[in-house]
């Protein structure tokens, strides 16, 4: 951070240029100092004594933070009672509810490591990450304990505590729930691998010994997925320090933000985004925050309609979805101190048309940007006021220091080149999962004895220090903010026998921005058939999570070739283009 803001402080003194986001900015790199504290502990002290206030609403259940913590002390006791020990991996593959995290902060407290999973996963994807990660013991949604009870028994878990989203619902809605969904959910009758929720937690109350631990700050405390650098499944291990510390930064990002006022939480708690920056950091700030396990677009009204949030983050496919929304005609976001972008790149356009959307309804503030990787938890650089410049993603968040660097030689390049966007900062992670080579691709030691993120994507620096992102070094696709490689989904195509080779790439859609396409070439003796599209689908959707099946498949005779005869699928997405131009 010393070294990008000299050249700050240089440019603008040559320009003689007024920078006072600049000089808030040091205020604030001056004033932090990143906690050792376990996650668990930080929240604690920073929440206080006074513990009256909400700390999650969840369809209208307003849970205090007494609650709250009071839940994840039985849940700890709980863990503790099942033998889960220090160091041991705990699976959480449930929505944003009270229940995970209970389970995510219980894990921290007696030393576990919490796991985070897509509860959308597919089978193949659950049973890859339980053993992978040597997994133990599992939270799971009971609407998927049906598929995926078949691969839980080829892992190592030997506990699986089923839980229902109705529980923490107001009595009515829980009502209502059981009978329109829960009623349909395959249960285990009597299974000694499997338990509910509310046995589970029994067990918590009558646990008397002692269960809590003291977790040291580098210590791994959580797993995120993502693809690397490869786009094969990575587990992104996490420590307490870096975890807090995205908590801390993003607190600096918000300081408008009071206890007692609201946040949205859409994002998933699978995702950095969605643990880091929309649950702990505003749980250590007590705001209340508003639970959605899924998006709902008219519960999404209502809640903008009724409480009146001050924050809200999410991805360009939700604002979209807002913006055509007629409900939201009638909204009043005057009393909106944040609005948020990240997980995917927000075209100037677009940015125009959000901010236009919002002073129509009476917000006072224009869209922010965040860019970062799961690598780095969540969001590495933002556009503090007076860096949201359109199209670009802002300056270092403090303790962050950013460089362009050639993509060949990873030297520094000048302001205003073009290179790989790397990231030195203290939310970087500890590495990948049982993956040293890999880890070593992205997480490189310069000349300068500093560690340095290698995000995979282009950008510059401008002459007065603001930073754009401009395009992809490696291959990715972003469905609704999730990020799809389109080599895992090649993979699967070309398992199946009458795939000769596959090809796939991101095609736009009004919603989610993009989805993936598939091209095919068929082996000889096979034909393009309705019955073979359907096929390779219900496969896709048996081996890959549902945001990755391909919406469209395309059977070709041969495919456009590189100079170097690789299959040249810029091409394809050039030819996708003028169709629809």
Known sequence: MRLFKNLFTKLFKKKNNNTPWLDYYSREERKIKF?????????????????????????????????????????????????????????????????????????????????????????????????????????????????????????????????????????????????????????????????????????????????????????????????????????????????????????????????????????????????????????????????????????????????KPHVILGVPTLWEGMMSNKKFDDVDMSQLKYIISGGDYLSVNQETKINNFLHKHGAHVNIMKGYGMTESVAATCYTFPGTNEPGSIGIPMVGNTYKICDVETSEEVELGVEGEICVNGPTLMTGYLNNPIETKQVLRKHKDGKIWLHTGDIGYISSNGIVYYTQRLKRMIIVSGFNVYPAMIEKVLESHEAVKKACVIGIPHPYKMHVPKAFIILREGYKDSFSLRKELKEMCKKQLAVYSVPKEFEFRKDFPKTMYSKIDYKKLEEEEKEKTN
């Open 35 to 307: 906690t050792n504290k376990s996650i668990y502990n930080y929240l604690l002290e920073e929440v206080g004594e006074d513990k009256d206030f909400i700390a999650l609403n969840y369809f209208n259940n307003r849970i205090s933070y007494n609650e709250f913590f009071d839940n994840i002390n039985v849940c700890s006791r709980a863990l503790r009672s099942f033998g889960v020990k220090e160091g041991d991996v705990v699976t959480i593959c449930l929505p944003n509810m009270p229940e995970a995290l209970y389970a995510f902060y219980a894990c921290n407290k007696i030393g576990a490591i919490a796991d985070m999973v897509h509860p959308l996963s597919s089978p193949e994807q659950i049973k890859f990450y339980l053993r992978e990660n040597k997994s133990r013991f599992l939270f799971l949604v009971d609407f998927n304990y049906d598929k995926f009870k078949d691969v839980i028994s080829e892992t190592l878990v030997y506990k699986t505590i089923l839980v229902s989203p109705k529980l923490s619902m107001p009595l009515g809605l829980s009502i209502g729930y059981t009978l329109t969904r829960s009623i349909k959910t395959k249960r285990p009758f009597f299974d000694r691998d499997y338990m509910s929720y509310k046995d589970f937690m029994l067990k918590g109350v009558t646990y008397t010994k002692d269960y809590s631990c003291d977790m040291k700050k580098n210590d791994v405390a959580l797993i995120l997925h993502s693809g690397g650098t490869t786009g094969t499944p990575k587990g992104i291990m996490i420590s307490n320090y870096s975890f807090n510390a995205l908590a801390q930064q993003s607190a600096v990002n918000v300081i408008d933000v009071r206890p007692k006022d609201k946040i949205v939480t859409i994002l998933p708690i699978f995702h950095g985004f969605g643990l880091g920056v929309c649950i702990h950091t505003p749980l250590c700030l007590k705001v209340e925050t508003i639970l959605m396990p899924e998006y709902d677009a008219n519960r999404f009204y209502k809640i903008w309609k009724n409480d």
